[in-house]
C-alpha cells in the first residue's frame, strides 16, 4: 500500500504556520524545482505561495547574501542591496563608474 504524503507536516517558510504537505507548495532557494536529487525543499503554505512573485529569480540568493539579508537591520540592508544592484548594472567605462562612486559618496553625506 502507498503511503500517503498528505499526512506529513511542513512549515511554511514565510509564516511560520504548520501545514499538510498536500496544503503546501515546495520552495527551492535556487529556482530549480526540476532537479529533485540529494536535495530538500523547503515550503510555502498555500495563500503564501500565491502572493510570492513568480518571475524568474536567477542570482536573486547571491544578491541578497552580498547585501547581507538577515544579518543586519532593514536601513543598512537597503541601502547595502541598492549598491549592490547599482554594481551589477554598472558598465565597463570608466567615466561611468567615476560618476557612479561620485554619486555614492554624494549619498553617504
Request: aromatic content about 8%.
Amino acid at each position: 500500500m502507498w503511503r500517503s504524503r498528505s499526512s506529513t507536516e511542513v512549515t511554511c517558510i514565510a509564516c511560520g504556520t504548520e501545514v499538510a504537505r498536500s496544503e503546501a507548495r515546495e520552495y527551492d532557494r535556487y529556482g530549480d524545482r526540476w532537479g529533485r536529487r540529494d536535495r530538500e525543499f523547503e515550503y510555502l503554505c498555500k495563500p503564501c505561495h500565491r502572493e510570492c512573485c513568480h518571475q524568474p529569480r536567477k542570482g536573486l540568493e547571491e544578491t541578497l547574501t552580498r547585501a547581507g539579508a538577515g544579518e543586519t537591520d532593514r536601513k543598512s540592508f537597503l541601502a547595502n542591496f541598492h549598491e549592490v544592484v547599482a554594481d551589477d548594472t554598472t558598465t565597463d567605462d570608466p567615466a561611468s563608474t567615476q560618476e557612479q562612486e561620485r554619486d555614492r559618496e554624494h549619498e553617504r553625506e
